[in-house]
C-alpha cells in the first residue's frame, strides 16, 4: 500500500490504527492495520517506505484525518540473548497523531 491508497482508505474510515514500527539502526517502517491485518506502507518503487522519526511520520501524515497512532518497539531479545521471540514481547504505546 503506498500513501495515497493510505489516505484514501483513511478517509474511508477503513483504518483500524497506524503503527510505526522501531526498527533496529533508526528506522521507523509504517503499518495500517484494518480488519485485524496488517498493511505495511512502500514507496513508489514496492519497496518499504524507510522514516527516519516518529516527527518524520507526522510530517508524512499531516493531510491525514486523526487516526489511532502507535509507536511500536519489536523485541531483539532473540539476537541479545539468542531466546525465540513471542508474540507478548513488543512494546506498544500509543502517541500523538499531531
Known amino acids: ?16 490504527e497506524l503503527n510505526l514500527i522501531s526498527m533496529e539502526g533508526g528506522i521507523y ?4 492495520r484494518m480488519h485485524g491485518a496488517a498493511y505495511p506502507l ?3 518503487h514496492g519497496q518499504m517506505f524507510h522514516l527516519r ?7 508524512v501524515l499531516h493531510a491525514f484525518p486523526s487516526l ?6 519489536t523485541s ?15 512494546l506498544k504505546v500509543p502517541i500523538a497523531f499531531r
Open 68 to 73: 489511532p497512532f502507535n509507536l511500536v518497539h
Open 76 to 90: 531483539v531479545h532473540d539476537e541479545m540473548c539468542g531466546l525465540g521471540a513471542s508474540a507478548g514481547e513488543n
Open 42 to 44: 512502500s514507496d513508489n
Open 1 to 16: 500500500m503506498d500513501l495515497k491508497e493510505l489516505n484514501a482508505y483513511a478517509i474511508a474510515g477503513k483504518v483500524d
Open 53 to 59: 522519526s516518529v516527527e518524520h511520520a507526522r510530517e
Open 29 to 32: 517502517l509504517l503499518e495500517a
